[in-house]
């Protein structure tokens, strides 16, 4: 599994390139590719830079892809029974299973970024993250805003029982945290993002984000794919098209993903990429399974 924003920090990847051919072979590409020193981006900041959607979509990709052909190197040869990814990381999974390849689905993920930024910039919003609050209630609440008038909210990320996220207008957003805190939520505070990402407020670069995927070879996974919209395998090129351009507005399930793979037999999750935050997320929805994160030569060693 593969993880999407907020995942990325200053350093990412450095340490793994520095030990591994396979790695900084990539990270070249990718600057090749963009025509600028992307890997100096994630080595070295700055850190403001970095976290500008239109930067970390392409720089948190190249990054996972990189530590993935690091752990292919080292011999790491254990083929997965499922492969997905949150939001952004979705990308990263569709060249693990040999739908993208690794160029065409940087260009792809940097087009993305531009146009999610695009969007950000058209119909300014935010997103908060809502805290041990059920998911009925916070869909329930995300009804009501809109209803009220404050502009357009939703559930963006199904993250993990009692944690999720919304996106939608400023005003939205703040309503939604005021009436998930008189509805009791631990917590409900904004996060540190300039674009209401799964939202409906994304649709207005809908239509010029389904040109660029029409534009992108794909082929068919070699392995199942778990969607983030569906929670479900995506086994066509149709699908995983209709996936990649109705992700930008629709919620992350990743609840239901994991929930997915776990009832389907799987036990043992590979988070692939900087940080921990998907192996932290695996644990709350089921503590029986093992996660472990690889994002370090120390990683794969372990892994190895």
């Not at 700055?46 to 190197?73: C, G, K």
């Not at 389907?264 to 935050?277: A, C, H, L, S, Y």
């Amino acid at each position: 599994m593969f993880p999407g924003q907020g995942s990325q920090e200053v350093g990412m990847g450095q340490a793994v390139a520095e030990v591994s051919a396979a790695a900084q072979a990539i990270f070249k590409r990718a600057d090749e590719i963009l025509d600028f020193p992307l890997s100096r981006l994630c080595f070295e900041g700055p850190e403001d830079e970095l976290n500008d959607t239109y930067n970390t979509q392409p720089a948190l990709f190249t990054t996972s892809i990189a530590i993935l052909e690091a752990l292919r190197e080292a011999g790491y040869s254990v083929s997965p029974a499922y492969v997905a990814g949150h939001s952004l990381g979705e990308y990263s999974a569709y060249v693990a299973a040999g739908v993208l390849s690794f160029e065409d689905g940087l260009r792809l993920v940097r087009e993305r970024g531009r146009l999610m930024k695009k969007a950000g910039e058209i119909n300014p919003g935010g997103m908060a993250a809502i805290l041990k609050l059920d998911d009925e209630t916070v869909a329930q609440i995300c009804q009501t805003v809109t209803a009220d008038g404050y502009g357009s909210l939703q559930v963006a990320n199904y993250n993990s029982p009692g944690q999720l996220v919304i996106s939608g207008h400023d005003q939205a957003v703040d309503k939604g945290i005021e009436l998930a805190l008189a509805a009791k939520a631990r917590k409900a505070v904004k996060l540190s993002v300039s674009i209401a990402a799964h939202s409906e407020l994304m649709r207005v670069v809908a239509d010029s984000f389904r040109a660029a995927i029409d534009q992108t070879p794909l082929n068919l996974p070699e392995m199942p794919i778990i969607a983030n919209i569906s929670a479900a395998p995506l086994e066509s090129i149709e699908a995983i098209q209709e996936e990649m351009e109705g992700q930008l507005t629709s919620s992350v399930r990743w609840s239901e993903t994991v929930q997915w793979m776990i009832d389907n037999g799987v036990r043992n999750f590979v988070e692939i990429g900087p940080k921990d935050v998907l192996k932290g997320i695996v644990r709350r929805v089921d503590k029986s399974v093992s996660a472990v994160t690889i994002g370090t030569p120390d990683d794969i060693k372990s892994l190895i």
